[in-house]
């Protein structure tokens, strides 16, 4: 089965830092992405960890721990555009069916 | 480049009515096609995915079918719809076959609410 768990909603002030964090429990991986998805819009991709440890990229950086299941996401700088909704997605490999958690809802207020 | 446009972006059904949604991706070829659902408040949903002409695999059962009449088109229908049908329904694309990796890219969405 699948399992992946994150916040339901996270709140942070702008200019802050905030970790988003994911914990997973798969029948198969091979590696995990992260979106993001403003309301009423589509999720874009902004990560995916293969291998254990932080990934940066800007003001975003992404970190996977496989023997732990767990990864985050860490937003720097926050501003009022990152507030949207962050999507953790296990890629099983296989026949490469990818599995969403329900979302975090992040809310940065000045 | 690739693209992906789905279609339509808002409809509003009553309870019964037949539905279709259409999407479709230009700039590659035997791409990896999915629908996905997400309903208010939660997460994305798979509803079909195919990784071939006229082959489809369905994930929930349902009163939903799917199919992929060409290799870039992808179709989501309905004979009848139910009130709990609403959502926002996504259509995606993927470049990489079974065991390989790849970010899923997303059409722009069809907000369908069923009265």
Redesign the interface.
Known sequence: GQNIDQPTEMTATEGAIVQINCTYQTSGF??L?W?QQHA??????LS?N?LDGLEEKGRFSSFLSRSKGYSYLLLKELQMKDSASY?C?V?P???????????TSLIVHP | SQTIHQWPATLVQPVGSPLSLECTVEGTSNPNLYWYRQAAGRGLQLLFYSVGIGQISSEVPQNLSASRPQDRQFILSSKKLLLSDSGFYLCAWTGLAGGSTGELFFGEGSRLTVL
Not at chain 1, 40 to 45: C, L, R, Y
Not at chain 1, 93 to 103: D, E, H, K, M, V
Request: glycine share 24%.
């Open positions: 091979n590696g992405f979106y009423g819009e589509a999720p874009t991709f995916y293969v999507l997605a890629d490999g296989g026949s490469y069916i990818p599995t969403f958690g329900r979302g």
